[in-house]
């Protein structure tokens, strides 16, 4: 069964032009991972969260979200609850402001099986999983402020295995890490996602992270999936032209020192209703039909998972910067 199916997905903001999420299809199958990369504001925490049911206020939705087969935009409260402490697991970008300072990590780490387990038991489970992430049981009577970023968010990785998920939702997790912690928590998170079988949805702005850690890759634009694909096809031959240009403007490792070059323009407003392709006012390769119809995701090559909503997915070029 597909783990993580969210299908022609459009979600309607207040006071918004157009809908922030317009026709969302992805898919994540048991023991993948699968990246989400795009600009911010691109809709990527929005599609994340959703698997959760965590949705902004006043929010709209039409289309499906289904984990493990169940729609959890129609779930009650209850299911949410079982959704969110058991099948599905979130882990934030910054520990620091998702973990409640003034409480124990012990406490923390237990409270989603309160009433599940025995007391006894939870703490047991939680000295597994800290010890599945490189940490001392010791953790559990400490405080965050207590524990490095790196550290709180290797707990915070524990508490999203404590359920036993069979999906994780890592909304950009290492961005407010330095550099090095950021390495050991990728590294972490592939390790784990193997030992405990679990699908992995790793959200993020870098290609290169992307590429280091996932089987297939979504990439957002403006609210829509505009190419997707098995990750090493997507990076050598990207069939979008907005992928071509996230492309150039990642550094390369094998470029020290390699110029970062910008995309020029910016994503539309959610004030602004869009016709046509929403990437055209910055796209080298747009034309007058850009501009009146919008492309479709599609099949780019018959052989393989790819699509690409581009009308010249044709023309745009190897990757060979
Ligand atoms: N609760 C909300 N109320 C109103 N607008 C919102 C809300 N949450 C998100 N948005 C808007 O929806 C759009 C998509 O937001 P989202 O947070 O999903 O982007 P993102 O791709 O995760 O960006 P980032 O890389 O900055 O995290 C943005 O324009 C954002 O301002
Ligand atoms: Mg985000």
Redesign the pocket.
Known sequence: MTTLAIQAYRLH????ARP??AGVDLTVEARETVALV????????????SALGLL????GTEGTVRVNGDDVLTMTGDQLRALRTGTAAMIF?DPRAAINPLRRLGDFLTEGLNGRLAAGAATERAAEMLDAVGLPASVLGRYPGQLSGGMLQRVMIAGALMGDPALILA??PTTALDVSSQAEVVALLDDLQERFGTALLF?T?DLGLAAAISDRVYV?YA?RIVETGPAEALFNRPRHPYTAALLASTPRPDAPGGRLAAIEGR?P??REALTGCPFAPRCPLATFLCTQQEPALLAVEAESARRAACHHSDRTGANDG
């Not at 903001?13 to 918004?16: A, D, E, G, R, Y």
């Not at 795009?38 to 969260?49: D, F, I, Q």
């Not at 902004?56 to 929010?59: F, L, M």
């Open positions: 903001l207040p006071n918004t922030v999420l795009g600009e911010s504001g691109s809709g990527k925490s929005l599609t994340s969260r902004p206020t006043g929010a970008q909304d950009e959200v702005h957002m609210g994503p407003s959610l």
